[in-house]
């Protein structure tokens, strides 16, 4: 009985390991499928994850373009308000120079030259330092109204301004010259080699007023060399010879110059002295037209040629001693 009891408790035993490990597999088998289920849980987590992280990219891309065309915007915006203001300054500007560029001509005109100065000055002011054509163009007027009003020295000084932006242009080398000659200083003026027969002539003007009447040839012909000033060189050539006493080469000249140059009433009146004393010597001539009028023409040609401003001037003479006038007036 005892056996048989074992055996059978034995054999219930070995049935009970066959159950246990049935369960056991059973559970280790369960136990898979949750670990599978945890891999497809966790892999469905990583892309959900992933998901998320594209999302929040794609929105960080979003903002970072709407930031950079609200950028763009804003720039374009500024910059177009920028442009208007800038164009109504500018145009302000341009407006107020030419305002006071037409207020100094205007006093130019009427000959209140400090005035004319004044208002081409603050022309200026608007123009930031620069020397363009409008610049050129005050500067010009103003050397002119600076000369009118004889202060050769500030005229001198705005010309040499134009020769430092332009330092082959004549015109502005001649009126460097022309306010040098003012001032008395003809060897600077010579030096500069751009009135040279004008400054011959006003030497030679100085030598007939001295009575050197040879000193003053040799001049007029180094004049005459130059190239400019020649209808005033050689209408003083004519009186030089004629003060000499040379009545035959005094009467030659003066019909060469009333042929080339045509006649006023001072040429008329030389000619038809000179005429009458065709074949009359130096020491005739001093007994003679005791009203001195052959002396007297030639003294007024030489003041008008001493003053280029002077009604008396010829035509040619007002062209070459105040150019800076008509390159004022071109350059408008």
Same mark, same amino acid.
């Given at each position: ?24 597999? =059973? ?24 998901? !998320? ?8 891309? !979003? ?24 164009? /109504? ?16 001509? =205007? ?6 030259? &400090? ?6 000055? &603050? ?7 620069? *020397? ?5 163009? *005050? ?54 080699? *751009? ?22 040839? =040799? ?27 040379? /009545? ?19 040429? =008329? ?26 002396? &007297? ?36």
């Amino acid at each position: 009985m005892r056996n048989r009891s074992a055996s059978s408790t034995e054999r219930r035993g070995t049935g009970s390991g066959r159950r246990s490990s049935s369960a056991r597999y =059973e559970n280790m088998r369960q136990e898979g499928s949750y670990r599978g289920g945890d891999r497809q849980s966790g892999r469905r987590m990583m892309e959900d994850e992933r998901a !998320r992280m594209r999302r929040r990219a794609k929105k960080r891309k !979003r903002r970072r373009q709407r930031r950079i065309v609200l950028g763009v915007i804003s720039l374009a915006v500024l910059f177009l308000v920028g442009w208007a203001v800038y164009g /109504f300054l500018n145009h302000r500007r341009e407006t107020k120079k030419q305002e006071f560029l037409k207020a100094g001509i =205007e006093k130019l005109e009427q000959e209140s030259y &400090e005035e004319a100065i004044s208002r081409l000055d &603050e022309a200026l002011q608007w123009s930031k330092g620069k *020397v363009g054509e409008f610049e050129t163009t *005050v500067l010009l007027y103003r050397a002119e109204a600076e000369f009118r009003l004889e202060d050769y020295s500030a005229a001198q000084n705005t010309y040499q301004i134009l020769c430092d932006t332009d330092a082959e242009n004549t015109e502005y080398k001649k009126g460097v010259a022309y306010c040098m000659v003012k001032k008395g200083e003809y060897n600077e003026a010579l030096a500069l080699g *751009v009135i040279d027969g004008y400054v011959c002539n006003l030497k030679a003007v100085e030598q007939m007023n001295a009575g050197e009447y040879d000193v003053a040839l =040799e001049w007029i012909e180094k004049g005459k060399a130059a190239g400019d000033s020649p209808q005033d060189l050689m209408f003083n050539e004519a009186v030089a010879w004629e003060n000499k006493g040379d /009545f035959a080469k005094a009467l030659e000249l003066f019909e060469a110059y009333a042929a080339q140059y045509g006649t006023d009433e001072n040429v =008329e009146h030389e000619l038809t002295f000179l005429r009458s004393r065709q074949g009359s010597t130096s020491a005739d001539a001093e007994a003679i037209d005791s009203s001195g009028a052959e002396g &007297e023409i030639g003294q007024d040609n030489m003041d008008a040629t001493e003053d280029p401003g002077s009604s008396e001037t010829s035509g040619a003479e007002e062209s070459s001693t105040d150019p800076e006038t008509s390159k004022a007036a071109e350059a408008a």
